[in-house]
């Protein structure tokens, strides 16, 4: 869960990744998954993903 603020409700984190993959076409799913993980953790946008570090970076099972 995102410290300090209120998740997000599962509309609104779909609606978030909808518009970045019609914005970036090709954004696969290292980038999204990238992509996201720094709009929570360096803009602190309470997406409410866990995230480990795997092979590639931060990784979160819920977003896969």
């Known amino acids: 869960m995102q410290k300090g ?3 997000m409700e599962e509309k609104q ?3 978030i ?5 019609g914005k970036f076409q ?8 990238k992509t996201i ?5 360096a ?3 309470p997406m409410g ?3 480990v570090m795997h092979y590639y970076g931060p ?3 819920d977003l896969d």
């Open 5 to 7: 603020g209120k998740e």
């Open 13 to 15: 984190r779909a609606e």
């Open 17 to 21: 990744i909808q518009y970045l993959v």
């Open 26 to 33: 090709g954004l696969g799913k290292v980038q999204l998954q």
């Open 37 to 41: 993980y720094f709009l929570q953790e």
């Open 43 to 45: 803009f602190e946008v």
């Open 49 to 51: 993903y866990d995230y």
């Open 59 to 61: 990784y979160s099972f």
